[in-house]
């Protein structure tokens, strides 16, 4: 067997590759232009996070050097902070009400947008643009809409139905749900990726379900949702992750500078609030790094069981086909 050989700048090329110093040469080119961010990932996340790991082993106020106190720090976190069980419940509120309803509206506004009308792309951009919004504007929007006494929504409800609206960001009942409000706003970066995911479903597949006798609930049944399974698996795992770690608009709408309280009757204590309370209002730096890492644990368990669990329910056409 002869293997065809091509001098190219002096370097001998075997097989269509090329070797020698310019494939060296292309190496080193290479990792020069990822450097810069193989050196932010390690200064910037991969730092921090060693340090966070190491603190959560020490008692360190950020004035004076960590005294290494063990276990002390997860044993507090795992049955000695009475405010535990509140933000556990707080933050699972939040994630088992918010992701089911922002997968369900996403997909939704999906499918709607998805049809071939006139004007449709000026429709999706509507949508998709509140997710784009920063969120420290469009809390204060929610926060002016959500007032108690002068809110434009409470004022709607009165002068159209003569009904009394809630207290919704100063009754402990009403302050999550108005932050479930405020994160279905900003379901269109959810439904943007739905779009994606409708547009690569093959339009033969509907028309043998509809020569089969699929209505339009069969064909979403049948067809549609099996092979966008996939885009629900990230949209989900995502949006629980997210969930978890929700703060910034949970600290815009309940949190108190002065006593760090977080909301009413402390119903907006959240996970990462309550990290942040600790770290930056207490600095109990290595108390909130502990909380934090108990975090990472929670958050990996929940996303590896999505994971598992996916193989009963997510459709891989590549799998399918046997490839």
Known sequence: MQVQTTRVGGVIAR????????ARQEA?????FI?????????????????????????????QDPEWVGLANYRRVLGDDPKIGTMLFNTAYYTFVSVPL?????LMLAVLLNQKVRGIAGFRTAYYMPSVVPAVPSVALFIWILHDRFGLLNEFLFNTFGVVGPRWLTSPEWTKPSLILWGLWHVGGGMIIYLAGLQGVPQSLYEAASI???GALGRFRHVTLPMISPTLLFVLVM???????????????GSDIATAAAGPLDSL???????????F????MGYASALAWVLFVIILAITLLQLWLAKRWVYYEAEADGR
């Open 28 to 32: 080193i080119e290479g990792y020069l």
């Open 35 to 63: 450097l810069p961010w193989i050196l932010g990932l390690l200064i910037f996340t991969a730092g921090p996070f060693i340090a966070g790991f190491y603190l959560s082993f020490t008692n360190f106020d950020a004035m």
């Open 102 to 106: 922002g997968v369900i509206a996403g």
């Open 239 to 253: 949006g629980i992750i997210g969930s978890f770690q929700v703060f910034t608009p949970v600290y815009l709408l």
């Open 269 to 279: 204590l959240f996970w990462v609030v309550y990290v942040y309370h600790n770290g």
């Open 15 to 22: 097989g269509g590759r090329r070797t020698g110093g310019l």
């Open 212 to 214: 089969d006798g699929c």
């Open 281 to 284: 209002f207490y600095f109990r």
